[in-house]
């Protein structure tokens, strides 16, 4: 019986990024299907808009963190790098403060970790669409 190759470690973290981006947007777009720059208003089609993020997807201790990923353009989250303060202002300071001093910490994720929040951040996609 041959082995089932497992994906790789870089596969899992792409297909999460999909996934969590595709829920992200999803689940603040209105019911027909637009949703908010949280940065500058500006409205678009859940699949003509990103996924921001406040700290950077560089910090996997934040990457996936519901609080700190939210519907931005491609003008601020792109061409305007995020718009920080902006998305501060969005966040509160309070919650701006959480996210940047959890960015700091150091977080490994196994690949058993990133299968599962696939798995569950499909279920909850799928009961969206």
Known sequence: MPKTKKPSRSKLVKKLDTVFSQWVRLSKADK???CTCVTCSKKLHWKEIQAGHFQSRKHYSTRW?????????VGCNVFKYGEQYKYSLFLGKEAA???YL????????????????????????????
């Open 97 to 99: 403060e959480v996210l």
């Open 65 to 73: 963190d519901e609080l700190n990923v939210f519907p931005q353009c």
């Open 32 to 34: 027909n299907g637009y």
């Open 102 to 129: 959890k960015s700091k910490e150091i977080v490994k994720f196994a690949n058993s970790d990133l299968e599962d929040m696939i798995k569950d951040y499909s279920q909850r996609l799928k009961k969206l669409t």
